[in-house]
């Protein structure tokens, strides 16, 4: 598969993709460290640093990941939600998905959204998968299942175009 890492960090979901056999195309994240990291990382990958200002996902692109921005999200945040200035950013997942259908999109972030205003937030992104025919599931797994010596839970949500 060929993949675009959206607020990739410094590439986690692009790197055991890769180890996997997978190519990553594109790679967007505003932080200038993790710009270095990801240009080293993966050198024949494209790159822009704003979501906000990316006009479309490569047509070559099977998979989007995302682990777009918590801090609204996040019970230790400011629990504005999907309203949030920061986690409001998924909104440009769907809005580059709307100009191109990317057959798969893996998306990543804290448990606490399912709980937030009622379970608020993870209705509005199903949803708007469902709305673009997309199938989807989610589960939220530790770290510490891993053999990782920390905890920390976070919710995977993979939504698919293919049966």
């Known amino acids: ?3 675009a890492g959206l607020f990739a960090g410094i590439g986690g ?3 055991g993709l890769h180890r996997a056999g997978h190519s990553t195309e594109l790679l967007c994240d ?3 460290a993790s710009a270095a990291v990801l240009k080293t990382r993966f050198p024949h990958a494209g790159y822009h640093s ?3 200002s990316l006009r479309s996902l490569p047509s070559s692109v099977d998979l989007v990941c ?3 921005p918590c801090q609204d999200l996040s019970q230790a945040g400011q629990t504005a939600g999907l309203d949030g200035d920061r986690s409001g950013l998924i909104g440009e997942v769907f809005r580059l998905l709307s100009r191109r259908k990317v057959p798969n999109v893996l998306l990543e972030n804290v448990p606490f959204m399912l709980q ?3 379970g608020r937030a993870i209705r509005a992104i199903v949803e708007e ?3 673009r025919g997309y ?3 989610y589960r939220v797994v530790d770290s510490w299942s891993f053999g990782l010596p920390q905890r920390r839970e976070r919710v995977f949500l993979l939504a698919s175009r293919e049966l």
């Open 1 to 3: 598969m060929n993949i």
């Open 13 to 15: 979901f692009e790197l």
């Open 30 to 32: 505003v932080l200038p």
């Open 50 to 52: 704003d979501i906000t």
């Open 66 to 68: 995302a682990g777009f």
């Open 116 to 118: 937030l205003n009622g």
């Open 129 to 131: 998968f469902e709305r």
């Open 135 to 137: 199938r989807w599931a």
